[in-house]
């Protein structure tokens, strides 16, 4: 019976060790695609945030400059008045 015992604990613990091990491997696996991942979604949210951005510009362009008043075609000239003898 104590043998038995004995040979239950070490396959206990085996299993534990194994189990341990293989959700190491699973948690490095978990953060290198979570990296991979951030790392992609930054490409795209900065993607998307310059998309946006355009058309915002194209909904709400910005106002016109004034125009220049255009100078007035033709002959101008200015008349000095003339004195008058008193």
């Avoid at 490095?28 to 355009?54: G, N, P």
């Amino acid at each position: 019976m104590a043998v038995q015992m004995s040979v239950f604990v070490v396959r206990a613990f085996s299993k534990m060790r194994a189990a341990f091990t293989d959700t190491r491997e699973l948690a490095r696996k978990l953060a290198a695609l979570e990296t991979e991942l951030k790392a992609r979604l930054d490409i795209h949210e900065s993607a998307i945030v310059d998309v946006l951005q355009r058309v915002m510009a194209l909904l709400d362009p910005p106002p016109p400059p004034p125009e220049t008043p255009r100078p007035a075609m033709g002959f101008h000239a200015t008349l000095k008045p003339v004195p008058t003898k008193n």
